[in-house]
T-cell receptor, first 112, second 117 residues
Framework: GDSVTQMEGPVTLSEEAFLTINCTYT??????LFWYVQYPGEGLQLLLK?????DKGSNKGFEATYRKETTSFHLEKGSVQVSDSAVYFC???????????FGTGTRLQVFP | EAGVVQSPRYKIIEKKQPVAFWCNPI?????LYWYLQNLGQGPELLIR????????DSQLPKDRFSAERLKGVDSTLKIQPAELGDSAVYLC???????????????FGEGSRLTVL
């Protein structure tokens, strides 16, 4: 079945460091790919998405590119801030099902 | 605009007791979801509603779990009786339907954290 695999955390970085959180997927079709973020004490919220191969999603300085050849959707940010500390979830869904399949989440901790 | 509202935020019960969670979706969102999130795991879909119809409940353990969305707005998720393994966070989410501008984004509530002793 379809699944999403994320790198285990926590990822611990100093402020202004470069961030990569790896995400790979297994899918039978052509899903849309998402990154959701969960800040402490808050609900999950959409960070960015890409709906087809080679699309790049971006938001708040974060980017991820839909790579069909490597079945990946890695999250990157050039310079992290303390306020980016959160749990990041990679997910996929098909446009005709509305069903999100999540990875296990990666906790990011950024220190000043 | 108000987001997805869930209650209670926290619930502690003894095993074999019943428990219920309530969700009010974003106004105008016809699709409503209940997800289960175990500690250190990603959310897993329990049930999805289109208006008042449950269109995907294949992952809902029907021997002890039940859900309803009688008027196509608010929803309630019930567990009876609760077991130790039910300790988790229960998330509610809502979205527009596919044919009313859904971009694939789900809007989540803050969740209801259940502890079964």
């Amino acid at each position: 079945g379809d699944s999403v695999t994320q790198m285990e955390g926590p990822v611990t970085l100093s402020e202004e460091a470069f961030l990569t959180i790896n995400c790979t997927y297994t899918a039978t079709g052509y899903p849309s790919l998402f990154w959701y973020v969960q800040y402490p004490g808050e609900g999950l919220q959409l960070l960015l998405k890409a709906t087809k191969a080679d699309d790049k999603g971006s938001n708040k300085g974060f980017e991820a590119t839909y790579r069909k050849e490597t079945t990946s959707f890695h999250l990157e940010k050039g310079s992290v801030q303390v306020s980016d500390s959160a749990v990041y979830f990679c997910a996929l869904s098909y446009v005709n099902t509305d069903k999100l399949i999540f990875g296990t989440g990666t906790r990011l901790q950024v220190f000043p | 605009e108000a987001g997805v509202v869930q209650s209670p935020r926290y619930k502690i019960i003894e095993k074999k007791q019943p428990v219920a969670f309530w969700c009010n979706p974003i106004s105008g969102h016809n699709t409503l979801y209940w997800y289960l999130q175990n500690l250190g795991q990603g959310p897993e879909l329990l049930i999805r509603y289109e208006n008042e119809e449950a269109v995907d409940d294949s992952q809902l353990p029907k021997d002890r779990f039940s859900a309803e969305r009688l008027k196509g707005v608010d929803s309630t998720l019930k567990i009876q009786p609760a077991e130790l393994g039910d300790s988790a966070v229960y998330l509610c989410a809502s979205s527009l339907t596919l044919f009313s501008g859904n971009t694939g984004e789900l809007f989540f509530g803050e969740g209801s954290r259940l502890t079964v002793l």
